[in-house]
């Protein structure tokens, strides 16, 4: 059993974030007219005119996708994730109108919270699928093949497909709605980001001083994080440098400022921002 877990654990995570993705279709993005980008949008463009259900157009949107994908990108092991992603969307999104409880015309007719919420409610459930190292298909397909074999970045893929769908929304939807589905694009996607990433963000510092001992100590005793000595020239002046490098939570910033400019004024210091820290001290890897 301990084998096959991590597989399991997977394919579970894909079937509830496929699952919570159908939700958002359903209850905020189908009844206040925002496309929702890639064949998902596409779908819904097509319902609109044909009445045909968009689970079903989701499905077959995703085939001749999914055969280029198998085709350019192989792996056989991400491809069975992806056709179950693909498929378990495509039911749950037709599936949830065979419940009589459930709210066919949504919940609220204010397209701002249909945006938002739905932006909210759909990124989680896209960054559960990309836990679970799947995709969601469609426009994730054919991101993975231009940026593989044409050098597009993944962002200007993605930003090709929703463009192209979200002017067509603009035509049959109105304008209005076509913009409240750029903010539903740009929301998710920060919501996908914090649900892979999580929301922990640390801070990295680079240290250029000329009492790196006094500074690593400091740092070591009072903070008790670890810290990594780098050998640098000095561009301008040609002399030998110590670079000091530490990652430390937010509310550690000021403390290791005051510990710079304690042991040295003249420092030179830049804090940045990292996503995540794994590792001792911060969280443990996970697969």
Known sequence: MKKYWPTLRDFSLILFGTLVQAIALRIFFVPANLASGGVSGISQLINYFTGWPIGMMVFI?????????????GGRSFMMRTAFAIATYSFFADALLWLPFFPKNGITDDIVLNSLYGAVVAGFGYGLVYRGRGTSGGSDILARILNHYRGVSMTQSYLMTDTVVIVGAGFIFGWKEALYAVITLYVSGLVVDTTMEGGGTVRTALIITSQADAVA??????????????????A?????????????????????KDIVHD?????FMVVGAAHEALGEGFQPFRR
């Open 217 to 234: 100590a400091k740092i070591l005793q009072d903070m008790e994080r670890g810290v990594t000595r780098l050998n640098a020239t000095g």
């Open 263 to 267: 042991a040295d004024d003249r420092a």
């Open 61 to 73: 949107g995703n085939v001749p996708l999914f055969l280029l994908g198998w085709r350019f990108l």
């Open 236 to 256: 301008y002046t040609g002399e030998q440098r110590t670079v000091l490098y530490c990652v430390v939570s937010r509310s550690e910033v000021q403390l290791l």
